[in-house]
């Protein structure tokens, strides 16, 4: 009889029900999520993010920062109302051929990965990032969420509640703190979250390129011995370039000039694209293993990198990120709809469990795969060609690895599956 009263008391003092920390693709999604969807349109929101994205002019180039989206993430950004902006700066994909670089592209161990296999109408889309982020701001502005622009320097959190300030000495008194501050999240290590890390001492080399020949609307990926090439289309006659190599290795590609550059990229690609010409700058990222040790603290809930940074070989860091917010918003509506506090361990709990159970088997997974594809020793490279070879064979397990893929498969938040966020009654 007591705890009503009291539950009221410490609602009251909040300044936000929610506060997400950090406005990259996911941290901006969960927060227009819980202020859109009716179960949660109730509770107050706030994001925090200190460098505000703008709407690249239609007449600007990309963005070199350009991601894979699965049909999971397609259907996430629908239900966020973003979908149709995200699209004017996006290229649809219809299959993927993946080989390994003794192998030949033609050959039977290559893996060939098509829409049609699965009946959809594309495997995804490659989405510029600067479009997708401005579009999720304009769209969490227009929910009627909060934004706050200063980074946060501390979080402490108890039973009542949490408190989170930020640089311009703003402080926010919270229920729920959402990190999606990225791989290094502040969030995670105030809370005292251990989190393994491995450094891959390798550095994704991104860029943009003309073809000679077309894309055929494919993701092309060439495993060489120091690391995967991928060549996604992104535009007739254009792709974007993630060149996975050794740190030293990288720096050396990065100085090259753009005409050497070009050929070395046509070389690592075996050609099979024609000669390639580089059309835009170049940008290299450090590659980092991330995994916290669980995905929730007192009254915090880790999403995105936060939560698992991977390596990018498969294009999946952010599409596991937007399946952690449709499976953190649903876990909070329902704890709305049971009446019970949404950062009680009870919901976070059930956050965390289910999201680490699902994500776990997919970083371990690219990781094994990295590490097969680089390994110098012999049987492990003869492991992987048998490997790729059965994959290449079997179209059920062919069937497995796109439904995994397209983030449809395992226990899929109802969002991602084009379901209401809850059960109808
Ligand atoms: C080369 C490369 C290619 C990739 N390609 C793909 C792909 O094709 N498909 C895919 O799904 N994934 C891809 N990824 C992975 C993807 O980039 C990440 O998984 C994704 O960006 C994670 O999103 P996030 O919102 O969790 O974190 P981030 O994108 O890191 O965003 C974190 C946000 O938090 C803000 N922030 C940081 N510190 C603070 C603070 N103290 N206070 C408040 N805010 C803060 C930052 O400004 C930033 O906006 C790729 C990664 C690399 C390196």
Not at 42 to 65: F, H, I, M, Q, T
Not at 182 to 188: I, K, M, T, V, W
Not at 301 to 330: I, W
Request: hydrophobic share 50%; charged share 20%; aromatic share 6%.
């Amino acid at each position: 009889m007591m705890a009503e009263p009291r539950a009221a008391r410490r609602q009251a003092r909040r300044d936000v029900d929610v506060l997400v920390v950090g406005g990259g693709v996911v941290g901006a999604a969960t927060a227009v999520l819980l202020a859109t969807q009716t179960a949660t349109r109730g509770l107050s929101v706030g994001l925090v993010e200190p460098r505000l994205p703008s709407l690249p002019a239609a007449n600007e180039d990309w963005d070199l920062r350009v991601f894979a989206l699965s049909r999971a993430s397609q259907r996430l950004l629908e239900a966020c109302g973003v979908w149709p902006q995200v699209l004017q700066r996006a290229h649809a994909y219809q299959g993927m051929r993946v080989w390994d670089s003794v192998d030949s592209v033609d050959g039977p161990r290559a893996l060939t990965f098509t829409a049609g296999e699965l009946g959809e109408p594309e495997l995804g889309h490659l989405a510029e990032v600067a479009t997708l982020q401005a579009a999720l701001h304009a769209a969490a502005v227009r929910a009627g969420v909060r934004m706050f622009g200063a980074g946060v320097e501390s979080f402490t959190a108890d039973a009542d509640s949490a408190v989170v300030t930020l640089a311009d000495g703003t402080v926010l008194r919270t229920g729920l703190v959402v990190a999606a501050e990225g791989a290094d999240s502040p969030l995670r290590l105030a809370a005292g979250i251990a989190a393994t890390v491995h450094d891959y001492h390798q550095r994704g080399v991104v860029a943009f390129l003309r073809t000679e020949r077309s894309h055929e609307d494919i993701a092309w990926q060439r495993f060489l011995p120091e690391g995967p090439l991928a060549l996604l289309p992104v535009a007739s006659g254009r792709v974007s370039i993630v060149w996975t190599l050794p740190t030293d290795h990288a720096l050396r590609v990065l100085a090259m000039d753009d005409a050497m550059f070009a050929q070395a990229v046509t070389a690592a690609s075996d050609g099979v694209l024609g000669e390639l010409r580089l059309d835009s700058v170049r940008a290299s990222f450090p590659l980092r293993r991330i995994t916290a040790a669980t995905y929730a603290g007192t009254r915090l809930a880790l999403v995105g990198d936060a939560a698992h940074a991977v390596h990018p070989l498969a294009g999946q860091g952010a599409n596991l990120g937007l399946l952690d917010a449709a499976a953190l918003v649903q876990t909070v509506a329902a704890a709305v709809q049971r009446g019970e506090d949404i950062g009680d361990p009870g919901p976070l709990g059930r956050y965390a469990r289910w999201r680490r159970a699902e994500a776990a088997p997919l970083t371990v997974g690219m990781h094994a795969l990295q590490q097969a594809f680089t390994s110098p020793q012999a049987w492990l490279g003869a492991l992987r060609r048998q490997g790729l070879g059965v994959v290449a064979g079997n179209r059920w397990l062919r069937r497995q690895f796109m439904t995994r893929a397209m983030g449809l498969g395992g226990e899929a938040p109802r969002l991602c599956l084009g379901q209401s966020l809850l059960p109808e009654n």
